[in-house]
């Protein structure tokens, strides 16, 4: 069995230990280009970081839909 080190950075969007899936930013001229993140909701995986502009990644548990927000 092989395992592989991975490294999250600061621009990462994952907060507990849910399954991981990279966005990758469509923008050349986007500062992150590419980023973890383990929101169950994402759709759109192309989309901007949310340091350049995007949408912050809603957080399992904490859905503002459901008064997780507060």
């Not at 469509?26 to 929101?39: F, I, L, R």
């Not at 909701?41 to 503002?64: A, I, K, N, S």
């Amino acid at each position: 069995m092989h395992r592989e080190v991975i490294t999250f950075y600061k621009t990462d969007r994952v907060v507990g230990d849910r399954p991981v899936h990279i966005h990758r930013s469509v923008d050349p001229s986007a500062k992150v280009k590419e980023w973890a993140c383990n929101s169950p909701y994402c759709e759109d995986l192309g989309g901007l970081h949310p340091d350049d502009g995007g949408v912050e990644p809603v957080v399992q548990g904490r859905e503002p839909w459901r008064g997780g927000g507060r």
